[in-house]
């Protein structure tokens, strides 16, 4: 089922134009056993896998009551993600919690927003009220006509790292003039910096010192998709987007996560990406599928700055399963290794469903590990519960297992469906091996002070 909305969002937004591909079938690269830990392993969501996908009691969220306030009146917001700390624990600035999330002006329509992102910042004494504070870089300085999700880290100089995406080529800055005109082809997507000094007083949090903004990751061709390649058989729109910024606590080492798309040397349905030998006999792939390429990207980090980074082959794929495997995020408890992502009923490639949600995939002995979808194969962690399908979106678990996201579609005890674009009840989460559960509901927006990635999340 697809509301009205997904319907819309198919067709103008992230558009739905499944051209014919010329992809050919390859042969099946060497089976890798239980934890491999390699550096170019690139572990598999198979359809076999995604035909597990299924809502139960411990992974489907409460329902989201419709009469909810908008944390900031005049804005939409939607995805949302905190200051961190090097280690991935929450920074706190003389006694305030600072969080950022995409927003765009309400005279917008709710479904105008993507192509009017911008990132909001956002600062509470309790971790409840939280006041809006504007965007905190000058729009023209920044790349991108649209600045989509990221993340931020303040290092141990007390500089912010504002980590985003820039979207599209159309730059408010001396570049091509925006144009909205089909701009899903025109959607290139590159990984974005700048930096900041932050302080705070009684009138609450200051970001100053805005930095140079600079491009620090692009797609290749080879593992990750360009968007030359996506106009030549590209479906919903291409990804390079959504960095994370991670500090492995059992290395040391950096990294920048990302949703990317398959790209040249992978962007094939290979045996695995459909299953075993015995489904692979047993079932048909709907003809398109294999236009569904999404995957999780990372690069190694090179320097302090962060500005240097090496791309590696990505985390994990899933080609003919699944388009998008957004907002990628890691959590660790010892050395389990959960790797998080956010994705949608539309954009399960056809002959598979499953619902808007958080997933999981879990891997032990390190960041590279074989990862298998979590919860006995499911792969859900948050669901949205089926009374209120989209009630809630861009789920984003933090280092102790609260999981924070926006309300997104509600539908109320009428079926009637609300617009949200504000930040939804905050989730706490357990992780014990391949194990999850939803254990309760905090309040809307809430996020308490957590400590590194590493701890136990039991
Ligand atoms: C997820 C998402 C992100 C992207 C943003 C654009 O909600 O699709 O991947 O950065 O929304 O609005």
New binding site residues.
Partial sequence: MKTKFHEKIGKIVLGTVILTSTLIAGTASAQQSTWDVRDDHTSIWSRQQAEQVALTEETTAPVIDTDFENAAPDVWI??TWPLQNRDGSLAIIKGYRVAFA?VAPRTFGWNER?TE?RIGMFYSKNGKDWTYAGIPYEYDKAYGHQQ??GSAMLDEEGKVHFFY?ATTDMNANGGKEWNQHDWVKRAEQRLAKTTFDISADKDGVHLTNEGEHQIILEADGEHYETIEQFQNHGNIIT?F??PFFFQDPNTGKEYILF?GQAGSNRNYLKPENIGDEEYRNTHTVPEGAENYNGNIGIAEVLDEDVTKLKLLPPLIESVGANHQL??PHVVVDGDNYYLLT?SHKFTYAPGLDGPDGLYGFYGKGGLRADYKPVNNGTGVIVANPEESPFQA??WMVLPDGQTISFINEPTDENGVVKYGGTFAPTLKVSFDGDKTTIKKEMEVGEIKPFGPYGRSLR
Avoid: F
């Fill in positions: 939607w995805d995409l993507h992102a989509w999700a995406t990804a987007r959504d949703e957004e907002r956010i979106y861009s």
